[in-house]
């Protein structure tokens, strides 16, 4: 055999060698590794050990609120409710309005110490005192008295109407042609504090100085500020410009 045929040999053979040594090293390692759990029992899992069994908080759903139009109950409106009853005018809508934490609408008329029917095309309208219960049975929290008609009877019966909505529970605010403290009423649901400012406009554009100074005192009492405004052109299919 040749030198260089020898030396081949014999680095075969080492390689051999090592390879079988590392193989014994490898196989006892493991060995060693996999011994100690070999016939011990595992630890039990539990699959529920991560599921809190706390009461989850409760979800705060948002305050909601509704804002309707005119409700004008007198002329034939009144004829009306005196032949189908009070809650014939609300059928289709009477869950609506109770759906909502505050629905306000604007209250077309006033409550003089005389109610006389008001004529067909009169513009002048008594309404009947105990409609304003019959509007918060129909779930009516607010009605704004911000409008041209509440002094229909003067001043006198517009004070008159302020009483019997407190005599009803019913909340009134606004006037037809003062911007003060009884234009501003706060309201509570759902933890959320609601100022709503009632302002009639239609007459003139409203005194801005005195707005913006009662909406200061909105925004301290207050979370979220509302200006329900009654105004624009009457009998009209579109809105003004």
């Known amino acids: 055999m040749s030198i260089l045929k020898r030396r081949e040999a014999n680095s075969l ?17 493991g060995f060693v590794c996999i011994h100690p759990v070999i016939g011990t029992e595992l630890p039990h899992i539990s699959l529920s050990a991560n599921v809190s069994t706390a009461r989850p908080t409760p979800v705060e759903l948002p305050t909601s609120l509704l804002f309707v139009g005119d409700v004008m109950l007198g002329r034939n409106v009144e004829n009306i409710i005196e032949s189908k009853g009070f809650s014939f ?6 869950t609506l309005v109770a759906s909502h934490d505050i629905s306000v609408a604007n209250f077309e008329g006033t409550i003089p110490k005389t109610h006389v029917k008001t004529p067909s095309f009169v513009m002048q309208f008594s ?15 607010a009605l704004s008295l911000a409008n041209n008609h509440s002094y229909d009877y003067g001043k006198e019966e517009f004070e008159h109407t302020q009483e019997l ?69 009457e009998y009209k299919l579109i809105h003004n410009d």
Not at 127 to 141: A, C, P, Q, T
Not at 168 to 192: Q, R, Y
């Open 13 to 29: 053979k080492l390689r051999r060698s090592i390879l079988g040594i590392f193989l014994v090293v490898f196989i006892v390692a």
């Open 89 to 94: 005018l609300f059928d289709n809508v009477a």
């Open 127 to 141: 309404i009947r005192d105990e409609y304003l219960s019959e509007l918060k049975d129909i779930g009516f929290d």
């Open 165 to 233: 909505c407190q005599t009803h529970s019913m909340i009134c605010g606004g006037s037809p042609v003062l911007l003060g403290d009884e234009s501003i009423k706060i309201f509570e649901a759902n933890g959320d504090t609601i100022g709503i400012l009632f302002l009639n406009a239609v007459f003139d554009a409203p005194d801005y100085k005195k707005l913006e100074s009662l909406l200061t005192v909105l925004k301290k009492q207050s979370d979220t500020q509302i200006v329900y405004v009654h105004w624009g052109d």
